[in-house]
């Protein structure tokens, strides 16, 4: 029954048994942490071969040798294997080292400091990026580290809010980009239709200066049925836009391969690709190209990675289907909270009722589970309505993750009943 239905008498009864489960809850001792979207020990043991695949070859397929210097922009045989994964042509695509973190930072370094035409400092008053909310905090944390303004955006079940994108665009001084997670964004899951693509790839147009689509496309070949929604081409929307300059994806093999040593690699306009290697001729003399042989070694073409991709689905649906089942048994049509059922990605969204996130996550750190901290989600940390709580179910194991759920739908329930009772 919905908790709003329910009297003060049975609000009473249901506190007190959530008080009691609580204490047994906290008699158990865990020490469980669903913080982070970390790959499993299962998931990178798909990829040990990896190790000593090259056998002593060290040669690429124009002749390099990869142990030694050069090759700025990465092996043609990993840019074409790659290229796939973003939807892209091969020219038209910049591997790098190991993390595509790090590619988004360098870039929007060099788009503040320097600019792909003119650098963001120059403009009017501080720099200004759009974050769709919920988002991924390490978007976030680029900004506030190199003192670019965000400002939030509401996120829809179809992608950020295009409205308020293309009028904050236009009305605000100094507003040089977006933050995107296209497919399975981080964390609830959404994929972008089509009209948002278009609309996105027109919005540089709508901008005063150097506009940027920062598009994270983190989780491209992150799916967990055969039949998850697919992701349109924002390439081909931009190229009819005439500002196929203005948009760079990234992706990489971190949550595919090897977390700590993967493939990271960005796409762009061949102009805006050659501006960006000048600018990284100053940083490197070359990324880890053995490493780069070693995956086109190991997955010979894009049918290999998508198999690869499947046996991970087959790791990581079952770790969902204990999140999303236990929620719908728990909590559905009672009014405690509202999540989205991803078919995809690394994360699932909760939302509380307003005002309650920080106290679920307490709650459940008083019983020894670590959750991702309320606000992480938002810039600056700061959740106006402190409901959204972020839920990585792949790190753990599927015993460790029911049993996280089941904690944690309790911490729910027991913060949701003692704010109405308080209340009445």
């Not at 409205?163 to 497919?183: M, S």
């Not at 029911?402 to 308080?422: E, N, P, S, W």
Request: proline fraction near 5%; hydrophobic fraction near 40%.
């Amino acid at each position: 029954m919905h908790v709003d239905q329910l009297s003060s008498a049975q609000l009473e009864q249901a506190l007190a048994q959530a008080e009691t489960d609580y204490q047994t809850l906290l008699s158990q001792n865990l020490s469980l942490d669903l913080t982070r979207g970390k790959p499993s020990a299962e998931q990178t043991a798909l990829s040990n071969d990896l190790d000593g695949i090259l056998a002593g070859n060290y040669v690429a397929e124009d002749g390099t040798d990869v142990r030694n210097y050069g090759g700025i922009d990465g092996l043609p045989e990993a840019k074409r294997l790659f290229a796939e994964t973003l939807g892209v042509p091969a020219d038209e695509m910049l591997i790098g080292g190991n993390a595509s973190l790090t590619l988004m930072y360098q870039v929007v370094e060099f788009a503040l400091n320097f600019g792909f035409t003119n650098p963001w400092k120059n403009g009017t008053g501080t720099p200004k990026v759009l974050c769709p909310v919920p988002g991924y905090d390490r978007h976030f944390s680029i900004c506030q580290h190199l003192g670019i303004e965000m400002v939030t955006l509401p996120m829809l079940d179809t992608g950020p809010d295009m409205d308020e994108a293309e009028r904050l665009t236009q009305e605000l001084d100094n507003v040089c980009g977006i933050w995107c997670v296209p497919r399975f964004s981080n964390p609830t899951g959404c994929v972008y239709d089509d009209a948002t693509l278009e609309r996105l790839a027109k919005l540089p147009s709508l901008a005063q200066g150097d506009f940027l689509v920062l598009y994270d496309n983190a989780y491209a070949i992150h799916a967990l049925t055969a039949d998850a929604p697919k992701l349109g081409s924002i390439r081909d929307y931009a190229v009819a836009a005439g500002t196929e300059d203005h948009i760079i994806q990234f992706g990489s093999t971190s949550k595919v391969t090897l977390a700590g040593a993967g493939v990271a690699f960005m796409s762009s306009s061949k102009s805006t690709l050659t501006r960006f290697k000048n600018h990284l001729g100053f940083q490197t003399i070359g990324p880890d190209k053995v490493n780069q042989l070693r995956h086109v070694t190991f997955f010979k073409d894009f049918e290999g990675i998508m198999a690869h991709m499947d046996k991970h689905a087959a790791i990581m649906k079952p770790r969902f289907d204990a999140v999303l089942e236990t929620l719908d048994r728990e909590l559905s049509g009672t009014g405690m909270g509202s999540w989205i059922a991803p078919q995809g990605g690394y994360f699932v969204s909760f939302e509380t009722r307003p005002g309650l996130a920080k106290t679920v996550v307490a709650l459940a750190g008083d019983a020894g589970i670590k959750l991702t901290p309320a606000g992480a989600t938002f810039p600056y940390g700061n959740d106006p309505a402190d409901s959204n709580i972020r839920i990585a179910p792949s790190f753990p194991s599927i015993e460790d993750v029911q049993a996280t759920m089941d904690a944690f739908v309790l911490c729910i329930k027991l913060a949701t009943l003692r704010a109405l009772v308080g209340k009445q």
